[in-house]
């Protein structure tokens, strides 16, 4: 490779696009035909070479450079998308017989003779998260999830990471040029592979991180990252099969549409095959059921769509289910395993959740090694009991349960399983609270249960992020008495750095970058932040900011909360009720928790709210809604004036509603808006009320 400085700006211009050309097609190879071309090395190599090329002609970075696919920012929250064509939902048959009706309701449907065969493609259900993704002019535009089928959430920048998605519509082919439509809205499915997902789970573990139940929990959960950073770390893979609204171009049947997806660079799954009779269908069926275990992804079925489009497009829709396909599913997955015991974790606010250990099993494709039993009553319910036989299921997305047990399998001395009535860490008496069956550790700081999964939640990404500091370590060091509480964290290294460095399994760099995170939070911490981070019940992220937001500063917080009328104070404030209101009330007059507090005060330096969101304007703590086409502004635009200035943006229409911005042809939700009597109001009118008060 040339040296840097040689280059002109134009010889720049030339290597960028290589690098860029070069660079995608590395990474097809690699992740999408599992071939890599070139060593790591090599490719980090070119890596480095385009970011180098980058830093010294900025005006040159390319729409489609590799480096975009790194660090793109993304909104506080996802932003909405409204699909054009709705995202379909499909009708769900679970027999054969069911197979056959279908096909003879599509014959009768269509008044076709028995003689008459009519195409039809079956393709394996992935079981992942929909996506759909518009392209303009070949080139992508916009990512959205399925959301409820007509608004999903904008998850363009992650859809951008993942290395086998398309960012540019192939236009070359071996056998000739590919027609590319003006605009085409793509849609399939995103998973991560069986192999993927235990590398991930088995990394998190290691990370003291979140550990999914299953392949489709990780896709989701790593795709709805507002971080596109962490999608890009986690392995996603597609399969492209449908599309909504298409532009100039067209095609006759459903195949050659797939045909055109593989042209144009998009993984299409090699399952999919063309039937001719519903006979076929079902042999289509038993024969994916019979490969589901050694598929590398997770199936839950398999669909079933009418090839010719004029015959879809005859048999329409009924209510939002295409009339034109359906989806045969598996049944769910079971499986009867040896429950060798049940234990109870104690978690931060001291409920007390059972947890079956089972012996490990097989089930499609991902073993299984514990199941919830939700709480005492659904154990005494159910007459669970450690030792019995057990038919576990793993369906969908959930975390796998136990639907029954096994009485005729039971030992003779089998007992039936006694909810513990102390905490099994600490030993307090433990007991019923309220209305639900959740039982609750009464030691509050005295477990150290409790006390570990406080500090766990201190530093979670959520609240402090304090890097370097997963479950794991959090429970070591705990148990070498080093940190007690939330204070000792910012004494460990005067107190115990040396001893740290020295410990087998961390090193003098983990450990000061832990100890640099932790000076980083003393420097600085947004008030939403910190007081998440207390883990006061029901104060979530949402709370803590309104909370925040209401108070701007911690001092003046603990102050109003110190008063005879922080209850009634709190109570006020919209969104916070008389339960919550309770509780953190009792936080904050805790005596524990003020000496607590006392210190933190000390040690870290709480940024008052105004700091980050600082304006208060007729918008702020409003909720909003914004309908039409606006004149001086995009959606987005206005989208992020609104939430600058404090506002909620909604989506839909409710008596919650404070305002809705109508721009020009303004729909469906304006007329409800004035059914409603929600105040509707001009852009002037929403841009006047920008203003700071
Ligand atoms: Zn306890």
Redesign the pocket.
């Known amino acids: 490779m040339r040296d840097l400085f040689d280059s002109t700006r134009e010889e720049a211009q030339k290597e960028l696009e290589f690098l860029a050309r070069r660079i995608r097609e590395l990474d097809v190879a690699y992740h999408q035909k599992d071939s890599p071309l070139v060593t790591d090395a090599e490719y980090d190599a070119l890596k480095r070479r385009n970011d180098a090329l980058e830093k010294l002609y900025p005006e040159l970075i390319r729409d489609d450079s590799p480096s975009k696919r790194v660090g793109m920012t993304a909104a506080d929250d996802f932003s909405k998308v409204t699909h054009t064509v709705p995202m379909l939902s499909l009708g769900n048959i679970f027999t054969k017989d069911d197979v056959y009706a279908f096909m003879e309701k599509i014959r009768r449907f269509l008044g076709l003779p028995e003689t008459e065969e009519i195409e039809m493609v079956a393709e394996p259900k992935i079981d992942g998260l929909s996506f759909s993704a518009v392209y303009e002019k070949g080139f992508f535009k916009v990512g959205a999830t399925r959301g409820d089928g007509s608004i999903g959430e904008d998850i363009t920048a992650n859809l951008k990471t993942i290395k086998e998605f398309p960012q540019e519509l192939k236009k070359q082919n071996s056998d000739g040029t590919v027609f590319i439509p003006d605009l085409i809205d793509v849609r399939g499915e995103v998973y991560m592979s069986k192999q993927d997902f235990f590398d991930l789970n088995k990394s998190q573990e290691e990370k003291g991180g979140r550990v999914f139940a299953n392949p489709r929990n990780a896709a989701a959960g790593s795709l709805r990252q507002l971080d596109p950073q962490i999608t890009q770390t986690r392995h996603l893979s597609l399969f492209a099969y449908a599309c909504g609204q298409v532009h100039s171009i067209h095609w006759e049947t459903h195949s050659q549409f797939l045909d055109y997806l593989k042209k144009w660079g998009f993984p299409v799954n090699p399952e999919i095959k063309i039937c001719k009779t519903a006979d076929d269908l079902v042999s289509f069926y038993e024969n994916m059921m019979e490969k589901r275990s050694s598929l590398p992804y997770d199936i839950d079925g398999v669909v079933y769509k009418v090839n010719r489009l004029d015959l879809q497009n005859r048999l329409g829709f009924i209510a939002r289910s295409p009339r034109w396909a359906i989806a045969h599913k598996f049944p769910a997955e079971q499986a009867i395993t040896r429950l060798n015991k049940i234990r109870i974790q ?1 978690g931060r606010t ?1 409920a007390l959740t059972p947890v079956a250990d089972l012996e490990p099993i097989n089930v499609g494709g991902v073993v299984v090694r514990h199941a919830t039993l939700h709480n005492s009553d659904e154990i005494e319910r159910k007459d669970i009991r450690e030792g019995d036989f057990v038919v576990i299921q793993r369906a969908g997305d959930v975390i796998p349960q136990i639907v029954k047990t096994l009485p005729e399998k039971r030992s003779a001395d089998s007992r039936p399983f006694v909810f513990p009535t ?7 008496h ?1 007991q019923k609270e309220g209305e639900d069956a959740v039982i609750y ?4 700081l ?5 006390v570990q999964e406080g500090l766990k939640h201190f530093v979670s990404k959520e609240a402090l992020n304090i890097e370097g500091l997963g479950d794991k370590n959090i429970s070591l060091l705990f148990e070498l008495g080093w940190i007690r509480n939330a204070v000792d964290l910012f004494y460990l290294e005067e107190k115990h750095g040396s001893e740290l460095m020295a410990r087998d399994g961390w090193g003098v760099k983990s450990a000061h970058n832990l100890f640099e995170a932790l000076n980083r939070v003393k420097k600085g911490v947004p008030l939403d932040k910190f007081i998440y981070a207390l883990g006061i019940r029901e104060v979530g992220e949402v709370t803590a900011r309104l909370l925040a937001r209401n108070f701007i500063s911690f001092e003046n917080l603990r102050s109003q909360m110190r008063t005879e009328k922080a209850f009634d104070i709190l109570t006020h404030i919209e969104g916070i009720g008389p339960v919550m209101a309770e509780y953190i009330a009792d936080f904050f007059s805790e005596s524990h928790n003020e000496i607590l507090l006392d210190q933190l005060v000390q040690i870290i330096h709480i940024e008052p709210y105004e700091k980050k969101a600082g304006r208060i304007t007729e918008l702020t703590g409003k909720t909003v809604l914004f309908t039409g086409t606006l004149q001086n502004m995009t959606r987005s635009e206005a989208k992020s004036k609104a939430i600058s200035a404090g506002a909620k943006v909604v989506s839909g229409v409710s008596s919650k509603t404070d305002y809705v911005v109508a721009g020009s042809d303004a729909g469906n939700k304006l007329s409800i808006a004035e059914q409603l009597g929600v105040p509707i109001i001009t852009e002037d009118i929403f841009n006047q009320m920008l203003d700071d008060l």
């Open positions: 104690v001291g102390v905490c099994p860490v600490c030993g307090s433990a550790c009464t030691g509050g005295v477990c150290p249960a409790q």
